[in-house]
């Protein structure tokens, strides 16, 4: 962002990179956590003598694959702005 700043791109532009690079890590560490904790529990219960069934909480994987990476994208763009209205 330094770079972009130095040749003139204005404060919105920089607001928005730093936003969609939030929102991408979110929704990057969302789409490797939900997998690495989907797995195993899966796992545990098909080598459980007890007839247990395994149903995926799709509230909560909609929760962690969409509305956490949207907010954090919202929440990271709102603050870059404001900073950089202060300077």
């Known amino acids: 962002t330094h770079t972009l700043h130095t040749l003139g791109a204005s404060p919105r532009a920089l607001a928005g990179l730093v936003a969609a690079r939030a929102g991408l890590l ?4 969302g789409a490797l956590a939900v997998p690495a904790g989907l797995a195993p529990s899966y ?11 395994f149903e995926a909480p799709f509230g909560t994987l909609a929760l962690i ?4 990476p949207a907010a954090t994208y919202c929440a990271a763009g709102l603050i870059a702005l404001a900073r950089s209205r202060g300077d």
């Open 26 to 29: 979110a929704a990057l560490g």
């Open 43 to 53: 796992g545990l219960l098909a080598l459980a003598d007890v007839p247990l069934v």
């Open 65 to 68: 694959l969409i509305a956490y």
